[in-house]
């Protein structure tokens, strides 16, 4: 895709975004342009679905997942709104990138993989900072007052992950967050924070010159627009785009009413590995009812968490081989 087609499909997608209802489909809307692999297609199929069938629409006549299909038959306000809508949507990415915000949609290649492979999967992020499409990374999460023992916890988990050459991702919030971003700073180490707020924001403020820290020496992302202020929702809607982007999530330290659960729960949601410091279990039902279930690892300390991680992508590594041995297969018969 050049850049010229890149940047219809964006404004597309943000039109679509922009004059849809409800804020939580946005998440459909994203499955669907990346089922449909076109924002634009389906912008236009919602202006003129007649003149613009969808490349899904199939003899089958299996409907599409998502929202958009709903919304056939528009008003001739409605397909104004939508135009409308492209139209500043063009200039809202030229104000965007005179800014310096680096809009980053579904469509762009340099999106992160594992994310864009996740359910709920964001429509876009803005970046600022190093954007690695193929970021090996792992979440160290825990509560913004936690233990001392749960700060050592994350600290020694930190130093581990820079060690094996893994990217430390956080959510720049006080408590474990923070020491587990500065250590990896301090190591040397690739770092990536998910915020809560817009790009241009900074929350907490005491973390204001830590955040600017990843911004120059790793990345920091947001899935809001610009100037989006910090909400109840906005932190555990990040707390799931760190859960997509990592491998696995590391709880160092969490009581029964933090927000880490939240993570824990999109964990189990994305099947992605869980690995949680026991003394954790003493603390919060949620990570007991998750002690036997697959994919959780409990451990004491990080030599537990590096076995955990050891066995982890052992078995990533030999799913990867057998579906290149079963495509393979595949290929050799046609």
Known sequence: MDHAELMRENS???????????????????????????????????????????LRDDADGDDMQGTLLDDVGLSAEQVRQLEDARNESVQNLEDWRSQGFDFVSVFDTRFPERLRATIDVPPFLFASGDLKADDLGVSVVGSRHCTPEGARFAVDCAHMLVERGLTVVAGLAKGIDTFAHQTALNDGGRTVA????????????????????????????????????????????????????????????????????????????????????????????????????PGVYIVDDVVGVSRALDRIFYVNDNVDDLIEAVLAEESATV
């Open 194 to 293: 998910f915020i809560g707020t817009g790009i241009d924001r900074q929350y907490p403020a005491e973390n204001r010159d830590l955040q600017h820290e990843i911004e120059e020496r790793g990345l920091v992302l947001s899935q809001f627009w610009p100037g989006a202020q910090p909400t109840k929702q906005s932190f555990p809607m990040r707390n799931a785009l760190m859960s997509g982007y990592g491998v696995a999530t590391i709880i160092a330290d969490a009581g029964e009413h933090s927000g880490t659960r939240a993570q824990a729960r999109q964990a189990q949601r994305h099947g992605r590995p869980i690995i949680i410091n026991r003394m954790v279990l003493d603390k919060a039902q949620w990570a007991r009812d998750l002690e036997n279930r």
């Open 12 to 54: 597309a997608l943000i039109a679509l975004l922009r004059t849809c209802e409800r804020p939580d489909t946005w998440t459909s809307i994203a499955n669907d342009c990346v089922l449909e692999g076109s924002a634009e297609r389906l912008l236009l199929h919602k202006i003129d679905p007649s003149s613009h069938p969808l």
